[in-house]
């Protein structure tokens, strides 16, 4: 298929050439949905953790006798019906990691590319690169794309290019080996250099 590539400064366009396999899925939303999900599963820390009645420092002897106070019987102040005691059923760390093997992996980001195409979200660019690190040369680069809440990705990211656009809402950059299905689907367009392009091009297919 051929896909627009937005020469920045230049009104003219040019066309590349993608692979089909790559660029031209269908949507699979339940794939999508599932590796979404698996990927913001794995960024949970799990590290949420209560204690026993065994592990709650205390309560080692009995508060009264168990006869004769006309109070019910009690073993321990820890008892998890008692203020400061243990919970009955705590919570202890634990992972949350969902298996996802390499094809659905790979098949879920295809499916998203292919959709953010048809979508016209998005836009390959030869470079997007800034003689300065200044924030107003970012915005309107943006602008001249029509990108709100873009995500921008380069083979390299460098310090100019970091330091314009690290400010601006919405905006996110990253380079091509760090794309994830979560960064994709979160953004409203997808800004990509022709040599990223190329390189994601060549890891999905």
């Not at 997007?128 to 309107?140: E, G, P, S, Y």
């Not at 990509?192 to 091009?201: F, S």
């Amino acid at each position: 298929m051929d896909l627009k590539v937005h020469v920045l400064g230049v009104s003219e366009t040019e066309k590349i050439t993608v692979s089909d396999e790559v660029f031209a899925r269908e949507f699979n939303e339940g794939l999508v949905h599932q590796v979404v999900m698996a990927y913001r599963s794995a960024t949970r820390r799990g590290t949420k953790a209560q204690k026993t009645r065994s592990e709650v420092r205390g309560g080692g002897s009995k508060p009264w006798r168990q006869k004769g106070t006309g109070r019910a019987r009690a073993g321990t102040i820890r008892s998890p019906i008692w203020r400061g005691g243990g919970r009955t059923f705590a919570a202890k760390p634990r992972k949350f990691e969902q298996k996802v093997n390499r094809k659905m992996y790979r098949g879920a980001l295809r499916s998203i590319l292919s959709e953010l195409i048809r979508q016209e979200r998005f836009v390959a660019v030869k470079t997007f690169d800034l003689d300065q690190a200044k924030t107003k040369l970012a915005v309107n680069a943006l602008k001249s794309l029509d990108a709100g809440a873009a995500l921008i990705i380069t083979d390299a990211v460098s310090d100019n290019l970091y330091l314009s656009v690290r400010n601006i809402p919405g905006i996110g950059l990253i380079e091509t080996a760090g794309i994830d299905p979560v960064l994709l689907v979160s953004h409203d367009k997808v800004i990509i250099t022709e040599k990223a392009l190329g390189d994601l091009e060549a890891a999905l297919t």
